[in-house]
């Protein structure tokens, strides 16, 4: 049984039940199916039994079942004696991960909370911290950056001093590292992931070295350092394809199509998914990297192909709301917001988005915005002109004003602009009118029309807030 479970943990979920099967004989239990619970059993066959049936539901979990993961657990929980407390724990954590991947984080936090409550009756404490960090977890997607930061926290003091990274420790510097990115404390992240890759690959935590690696990923493209972020996107794509969980090596290839837009357009054409999808919560990473990529083509997108993305995001909007996952929220009204924009729905646009920093703003949130680059510069810039959180997104301008958000192409020169080009970009700058520019050069409109569309072509951008951005990036003023 213990060999089950370091199969389970070690992400080999084919080498379960081969172990499963045989502690049962060891005790003469015969299921004629996997659901069976037998009658007159003994209290140790019982606890066997328990266990058996969390490491199925933990299975099923892993494999994308959910809902088998449920049944598994409630009959199991059924059968159980009040006073079997081991086989609750397990039984309870994996009903956590079961409601949590079924969308339904209420019931997720109550079984979470009955697990630790049990673990801790029975003075299993690395488990009690394991059930603190899948409750921290739940907090992130629930928008709570502050709460689960310091759960991770409480767990590390906790952990303090002991030889064995316990599974409970990796979990919170995994999670920290993520919350510190987030928080654009960089030093911070940068040790904590640091020390999360290197305790994940010395334990065999796949699952979680494989999160920690997209995380320093992230870290080092918010920090415009691609080499290393190249080199961290094959490790995570070694360690997913290592693990055999196929859900596992899709994310981290979404995830490479998301932060290397050169490598979209071959994940765009193996995924499953379309915009015209419900949306499914369990591939929500996905989705919103489909709709990045697709606003990101704004030359080519038709206003339908824009509409449509609004449409996935706001289906995606509904059941994040309906089940309190307001991080969710916050980064799927951020890119409403850019579609809107797009679609030229300015004030539509702004509505969305202050809904996004009135939630984001107490939690501190920062690389959900900043990571948008120039668009989301423009509907700051409008936020801080409406007074709509205005210390709050100063802030978060001045990041990406001050080049800590390098992106890719910030290292590519355009075309040079003419003389008459860089004096009007240069005036555009100071916030004149196109009618207020033409007086000033003595020339036509028109004329100045047909500066800024080249100055634009030039810069590839496609706004003047846009433009303004890119030349203060490029030294251009």
Same mark, same amino acid.
């Given at each position: 049984?213990?060999?089950?479970?370091?199969?389970?943990? !070690?992400?080999?979920?084919?080498?379960?039940?081969?172990?499963i099967?045989?502690?049962?004989?060891?005790?003469?239990?015969?299921?004629?199916?996997?659901?069976?619970w037998?009658?007159?059993?003994s209290?140790?066959?019982? #606890?066997?039994?328990?266990?058996?049936?969390?490491?199925?539901a933990?299975?099923?979990?892993?494999?994308?079942?959910?809902?088998?993961?449920?049944?598994?657990?409630?009959?199991?929980?059924?059968?159980?004696?009040?006073?079997?407390?081991?086989?609750?724990?397990?039984?309870?954590?994996?009903?956590?991960?079961?409601?949590?991947?079924?969308d339904?984080?209420?019931?997720?936090?109550? *079984?979470?909370?009955?697990?630790?409550?049990? @673990?801790?009756?029975i003075?299993?404490?690395?488990?009690?911290?394991?059930?603190?960090?899948?409750? *921290?977890?739940l907090r992130?997607?629930?928008?709570?950056?502050?709460?689960?930061e310091a759960?991770?926290?409480?767990?590390?003091?906790?952990?303090?001093?002991?030889?064995?990274?316990?599974?409970?420790v990796?979990? *919170?510097?995994?999670?920290?590292? #993520?919350?510190?990115?987030?928080?654009?404390?960089?030093?911070?992240?940068?040790?904590?992931?640091?020390?999360?890759?290197?305790?994940?690959?010395?334990?065999?935590?796949?699952?979680?070295?494989?999160y920690?690696?997209?995380?320093?990923a992230?870290?080092?493209?918010?920090?415009?350092?691609f080499?290393?972020?190249?080199?961290a996107?094959?490790?995570?794509?070694?360690?997913?394809?290592?693990?055999?969980?196929? !859900?596992?090596?899709?994310?981290?290839?979404?995830?490479?199509?998301?932060?290397?837009?050169k490598?979209?357009?071959d994940?765009?054409?193996?995924?499953?998914?379309?915009?015209d999808?419900?949306?499914?919560f &369990?591939q929500?990473? %996905?989705?919103?990297?489909?709709a990045?990529?697709r606003?990101?083509?704004?030359?080519?997108?038709?206003?339908?192909?824009?509409?449509?993305?609004?449409?996935?995001?706001?289906?995606?909007?509904?059941?994040?709301?309906? !089940?309190?996952?307001t991080? !969710?929220?916050?980064?799927?009204?951020?890119?409403?917001a850019?579609?809107?924009q797009?679609?030229g &729905?300015?004030q539509?646009?702004?509505?969305?988005?202050q809904?996004?920093?009135?939630?984001?703003?107490?939690?501190g949130?920062?690389?959900?915005?900043?990571?948008?680059? *120039?668009?989301?510069?423009?509907?700051?810039?409008?936020?801080? &002109?409406?007074n709509?959180?205005?210390r709050?997104?100063?802030?978060?301008?001045?990041?990406?004003?001050? %080049?800590?958000? @390098?992106?890719e192409t910030?290292?590519?020169?355009?075309?040079?602009?003419?003389?008459?080009?860089?004096?009007?970009?240069?005036?555009l700058?100071t916030?004149?009118?196109?009618? #207020?520019?033409?007086?000033?050069?003595?020339?036509?409109?028109?004329?100045?029309?047909?500066h800024?569309?080249?100055?634009?072509s030039?810069?590839?951008?496609?706004?003047?807030?846009?433009?303004?951005? &890119?030349?203060?990036e490029? @030294?251009?003023?």
């Open positions: 049984l213990m060999l089950a479970w370091a199969h389970f943990f !070690s992400t080999d979920m084919d080498g379960v039940e081969p172990r099967h045989d502690a049962l004989l060891s005790q003469g239990l015969h299921l004629s199916a996997a659901e069976d037998p009658e007159g059993i209290p140790e066959a019982c #606890e066997i039994l328990s266990q058996v049936y969390a490491l199925r933990f299975v099923s979990v892993n494999r994308g079942d959910p809902k088998k993961a449920i049944q598994i657990a409630r009959l199991a929980l059924d059968h159980l004696p009040a006073d079997e407390r081991l086989g609750r724990f397990a039984l309870m954590a994996s009903l956590g991960d079961a409601y949590r991947d079924t339904n984080f209420a019931a997720a936090s109550q *079984a979470y909370s009955e697990a630790m409550a049990a @673990s801790e009756v003075d299993q404490y690395d488990a009690s911290m394991t059930m603190r960090m899948d409750l *921290a977890r992130v997607k629930m928008g709570q950056l502050r709460h689960a759960i991770c926290r409480e767990v590390l003091e906790w952990g303090s001093g002991r030889y064995h990274p316990l599974l409970p990796i979990q *919170a510097y995994t999670l920290l590292g #993520e919350i510190m990115r987030e928080k654009n404390q960089f030093e911070q992240a940068e040790q904590i992931l640091a020390t999360s890759i290197r305790q994940c690959q010395w334990a065999g935590y796949q699952r979680y070295l494989v920690s690696q997209i995380s320093y992230r870290l080092k493209y918010a920090q415009g350092d080499d290393t972020l190249n080199v996107l094959e490790s995570a794509s070694q360690t997913a394809s290592a693990s055999g969980i196929v !859900s596992l090596r899709e994310w981290v290839e979404q995830f490479r199509a998301r932060l290397l837009r490598k979209a357009t994940w765009l054409k193996k995924i499953r998914i379309a915009l999808d419900e949306g499914d &369990r929500e990473d %996905g989705y919103l990297t489909l990045r990529l606003l990101d083509q704004e030359k080519r997108a038709l206003p339908s192909d824009l509409e449509a993305v609004y449409c996935l995001l706001e289906r995606m909007l509904a059941h994040a709301q309906a !089940s309190t996952r991080g !969710s929220a916050i980064e799927i009204m951020i890119l409403q850019r579609a809107l797009q679609l &729905r300015i539509d646009s702004l509505s969305k988005f809904h996004a920093l009135r939630l984001a703003e107490p939690e949130y920062v690389r959900l915005f900043v990571d948008e680059g *120039a668009p989301v510069a423009e509907l700051l810039l409008l936020a801080i &002109r409406r709509d959180h205005a709050y997104a100063g802030k978060l301008l001045s990041v990406i004003e001050s %080049g800590k958000n @390098s992106q910030s290292t590519e020169y355009p075309e040079a602009l003419t003389e008459r080009e860089s004096e009007v970009l240069r005036l700058g916030g004149l009118s196109n009618q #207020e520019i033409a007086e000033i050069l003595v020339v036509s409109l028109s004329t100045v029309k047909t800024i569309t080249r100055i634009y030039k810069l590839n951008v496609t706004s003047r807030t846009q433009a303004i951005l &890119r030349a203060q490029l @030294s251009l003023l």
